[in-house]
């Protein structure tokens, strides 16, 4: 690992910090951007047993705000219920906007890292290859093999940046689309609260 490093050149340390980051943001992304740890399906069903049985106090108001982003959006709407419809939906929307912010943490980051890695692969590329040149012109020495080792030693960041780019892009784009699908989700389940709350619907449950 480190004589591939090494015969990489200096490009080939930011490269692999870029490696380091986008993998911690991976998988930090993928354990926080769980659906069950975002938008579980029993929450809503949960607020109906609680009121239901007149048990919606203080108490289960910070269980849901600790819960989940969908559990904090729904305890936003149900403390401005008595507000109005609009005052109500208003809430949730700021609370969503919030949690929406949340959820796409770090991800600017990893769509940087997808963009700037290959930059920097060519980068190393290019230097490489220049110094190759240099090396040859000073030696006097033009054998092809040594030219088709520089070149192939030159092109070791190039590939290094693809590497990390590739996947990169993949779970930026991946997390994206999922973000989209919970909040879709969160929206429908914050639209059932509110209609239900304003007499708008009838309880699903029920």
Request: charged share 20%; aromatic share 6%; net charge positive.
């Amino acid at each position: 690992m480190f004589e591939l490093l090494k015969a990489g050149g200096i490009v080939m340390w930011p490269l692999l910090l870029c490696s380091i980051l986008a993998s911690a943001i991976i998988l930090e992304r993928l354990w926080m951007l769980r659906h069950d740890k975002i938008a579980p399906r029993d929450q809503l069903p949960q607020i109906w047993v609680w009121m239901k049985n007149n048990q919606m106090d203080a108490s289960h108001l910070k269980q849901l705000r600790s819960g989940s982003s969908l559990g904090r959006i729904l305890a936003t709407g149900l403390i401005n219920a008595r507000h109005g419809r609009e005052i109500m939906k208003e809430a949730i929307t700021e609370a969503a906007s919030h949690e929406l912010h949340r959820m796409q943490r770090f991800l600017n980051l990893l769509g940087s890292i997808a963009s700037i890695a290959p930059l920097l692969g060519l980068l190393g590329t290019v230097l490489g290859m220049v110094d190759m040149f240099n090396s040859l012109i000073l030696t006097g020495n033009h054998s092809t093999t040594l030219l088709a080792a520089g070149i192939a030693k030159a092109l070791y960041t190039t590939v290094a940046g693809l590497v990390v780019a590739i996947p990169s892009v993949f779970f930026y784009r991946f997390f994206n689309r999922r973000i989209e699908e919970l909040l879709v989700t969160m929206e429908q389940e914050a639209i059932k609260l509110v209609d239900v709350l304003h007499g708008d619907r009838e309880n699903d449950s029920k």
